[in-house]
T-cell receptor, first 114, second 112 residues
Framework: DTAVSQTPKYLVTQMGNDKSIKCEQN?????MYWYKQDSKKFLKIMFSYNNKELIINETVPNRFSPKSPDKAHLNLHINSLELGDSAVYFC?????????????FGPGTRLTVT | GEDVEQSLFLSVREGDSSVINCTYT??????LYWYKQEPGAGLQLLTY?????DMKQDQRLTVLLNKKDKHLSLRIADTQTGDSAIYFCAERRNFGNEKLTFGTGTRLTIIP
């Protein structure tokens, strides 16, 4: 299946731990994103990478570090997890060869910090 | 979405038309999008419209754009139970800027 996939789907961890979420897309897109959706469903962009290069870095604590080993993968590493990090994290990708830049989303990773 | 506003809730009877509204503030928006999020799922792109268009139709979906009033709407004809979801509008500002700003989302409930 051609899609954006994320692992894990659910992640429950304790405060202070370090965790990673992985994202892969096989759509051949050049640009990938991480979004955070809070409990009120508010969706906000965190990072964007184009062909392994960081192009959008919103005001996000530096405990969050994206890593793009190649243009099909964008992983999110979170250090010293806090209660407020609990949210659903979505990965997305978009093609650069279309001016519409529509973004395609993964199924999300629900992170719960206890 | 600090600059993209939507009503939080909408209830519609099955078979009626649903109209979901969105207002945005940045006149430089180039593309506007509608996404659907079902419970426990990711966002599914429904449709998008370029800012120099005022209408786009795709099967049961009709998008209307009033650029003067910065108002976008999504009409779903013959609403079905499978249309129950949260609908997000999003705007992209300026060519070269790939950031999307999402609205607050409208939860559509279908009444049997």
């Amino acid at each position: 299946d051609t899609a954006v996939s994320q692992t894990p789907k659910y992640l429950v961890t304790q405060m202070g731990n370090d965790k990673s979420i992985k994202c892969e897309q096989n759509l051949g897109h050049d640009t990938m994103y991480w979004y955070k959706q809070d409990s009120k469903k508010f969706l906000k962009i965190m990072f964007s990478y184009n062909n392994k290069e960081l192009i959008i870095n919103e005001t996000v604590p530096n405990r969050f570090s994206p890593k793009s080993p190649d243009k099909a993968h964008l992983n999110l590493h979170i250090n010293s997890l806090e209660l407020g990090d609990s949210a659903v994290y979505f990965c997305a990708s978009s093609p650069r060869d279309r001016t519409s830049y529509e973004q395609y989303f993964g199924p999300g990773t629900r992170l719960t910090v206890t | 979405g600090e600059d993209v506003e939507q009503s939080l809730f909408l209830s519609v009877r099955e078979g009626d038309s649903s109209v979901i509204n969105c207002t945005y503030t940045d006149s430089s928006s180039t593309y506007l999008y509608w996404y659907k999020q079902e419970p426990g799922a990711g966002l599914q792109l429904l449709t998008y419209i370029f800012s120099n268009m005022d209408m786009k139709q795709d099967q049961r979906l009709t998008v209307l754009l009033n650029k003067k009033d910065k108002h976008l709407s999504l009409r779903i004809a013959d609403t079905q139970t499978g249309d129950s979801a949260i609908y997000f509008c999003a705007e992209r500002r300026n060519f070269g800027n790939e950031k999307l700003t999402f609205g607050t989302g409208t939860r559509l409930t279908i009444i049997p």
